[in-house]
Structures are given as C-alpha cells and as structure tokens.
Nanobody, 125 residues
Framework: QVQVVESGGGSVQAGGSLRLSCAAS????????MGWFRQAPGKEREFAAA????????YYAESVKGRFTISRDNAKNTVYLQMNSLKPEDTAVYYC??????????????????WGQGTQVTVSS
C-alpha cells in the first residue's frame, strides 16, 4: 500500500502562482510514474500533468501547458506541481496519483493505482 499526501493548495489571485507538493510512501517511489489530476465543481476529474520515474519525461494537458511544471525529487519521495499564471478556470481540487504500471507517462486515471485526498486550489479574478 502506498500512502499519498498532497499539500500546498490555497487561494490566489489570477496571474499568481502556487506550488503543490505530493509525498508518497514506499521504497519503490523512484520506480513509479506520478501524475496530477484536478476536478472542478460539477465536472469530471481531468488529467493535468504526469512525469516518468526518473523525471526525464513529462506530459501536460493542453490547458496547462506552458504554465504548469511537474517535477520530482526521488530522494525525498516527492513530486511537485509548479503552477504559474493561474486563471480562475484552474480552480479545482488537485489530486496526486501513483502509477505502478509499465506506462512511462500515464494520462488516464484508470492507469493510476493510488490517490491522495486532494488539495483545494482557488483562483479569484
């Protein structure tokens, strides 16, 4: 079992920045792909960003490309999501997820095995 805990959410004005962190338990963290998803009120959960086990490959949803950056520190069992130029439409609960599958940068929620509880991000105009 892998425990996943997000932190770093909060409220910010449009154009501002936030950095989310996600700590995952387990000695095999460095072998897992990691992803961030988000769910806005009344909408389905959607993919935001993913990173492979080494950090050498990343993938982003079109809606966040150029504004968000996913990274990881395997020595700290932590993955980050740096969010810049935030927009009101980025308001959502952000979830971190762990994938143990042999998929380098998974983009669908069904390819992830463990999920955190989520952290709220609110962007005001």
């Amino acid at each position: 079992q892998v425990q996943v805990v997000e932190s770093g959410g909060g409220s910010v004005q449009a154009g501002g920045s936030l950095r989310l962190s996600c700590a995952a338990s387990g000695r095999a963290f460095s072998s897992y792909a990691m992803g961030w998803f988000r769910q806005a009120p009344g909408k389905e959960r959607e993919f935001a960003a993913a990173i492979n086990w080494s950090g050498g490959r990343t993938y982003y949803a079109e809606s966040v490309k150029g504004r968000f950056t996913i990274s990881r520190d395997n020595a700290k069992n932590t993955v980050y999501l740096q969010m810049n130029s935030l927009k009101p439409e980025d308001t959502a609960v952000y979830y971190c997820a762990v994938s143990r599958r042999r998929i380098e940068v998974p983009v669908t929620s069904s390819d992830y095995d463990y999920w955190g509880q989520g952290t709220q991000v609110t962007v005001s105009s």
